[in-house]
């Protein structure tokens, strides 16, 4: 199958598993934001492997939210397959998405490096173009 069907196909996915999370699921176990970031589909499309986001929520509730959208799995790909108009429906699995919580932790670091620089340094860092504008217009 081609790479740009599968990408329609992920993306469909996407946009039908993450409505169905956030309005038709009522499980108490479900807590904090949850956002689907992305869908890797096997080209045979037999399974579509299914990342998801929690924020808001610590790591004891991360995993029982987790849990409640994998048992949720038998009524979210019955949802699904009403909106696929393929002849199956792949077999969703759910992964916990790491990369966001990955990316505010390097964020926190590269931080600290520039408070550490400017602290050794002596005095306030240097102002770059992006962040005040008007300086563009000195020149």
């Known amino acids: 199958m081609s790479a740009r069907r599968l990408e329609k196909i992920a993306k469909i996915i996407q946009t039908t598993v993450s409505e169905v999370i956030q309005n038709h699921l009522s499980d108490p176990r479900i807590t904090g934001l949850i956002s689907v970031t992305r869908v890797q589909v096997s080209p045979d499309l037999r399974l579509a492997r299914v990342y998801l986001s929690l924020a808001g929520t610590d790591a004891k509730q991360e995993n029982l939210t987790l849990q409640a959208v994998k ?3 038998g009524y979210i790909q019955t949802r699904l397959a009403d909106t696929l108009t393929t002849r ?3 077999r969703l699995d759910f992964q916990l ?3 966001i919580k ?3 932790a ?9 408070a550490e620089h400017t602290a050794r340094e002596g005095g ?12 563009n217009d000195e020149r």
Request: charged letters at 25%.
């Open 71 to 73: 048992h949720a799995r």
């Open 124 to 135: 306030n860092p240097p102002e770059s173009s992006l962040e005040n504008p008007e300086s």
């Open 97 to 99: 998405d790491e990369s």
């Open 88 to 90: 199956t429906c792949p």
């Open 102 to 104: 990955k990316g505010f």
């Open 106 to 114: 390097i964020t926190h670091i590269l931080d600290q490096i520039a």
